[in-house]
């Protein structure tokens, strides 16, 4: 999974970029999450005061969708 970081070709060329970034971590992200079980992505740490994955990946989404 290699991108070239030039978007579509009606996007202005850092738009494109920028796209070809987010659309690149968001395939990566699916990889890496597809076959983690639900206890992992809840996983807090050892004395449960980090932030889980599901946690991470709602954040991501969210600044994404926005």
């Known amino acids: 999974m290699v991108y070239d970081l030039k978007g579509e070709p009606t996007m202005q ?3 494109g970029m920028l796209y070809s970034a987010v659309k690149e971590n ?6 890496i999450a597809k076959d983690m079980p639900q206890q992992e992505m809840d ?3 050892p004395k449960d005061n ?5 946690q991470l990946i709602y954040h991501i989404l969210c600044v ?3």
């Open 64 to 66: 994404d969708i926005h």
């Open 26 to 31: 968001y395939e990566r992200l699916k990889l």
């Open 50 to 54: 980090y932030n889980s994955t599901a």
């Open 43 to 45: 996983y807090k740490g």
């Open 13 to 15: 060329p850092i738009v």
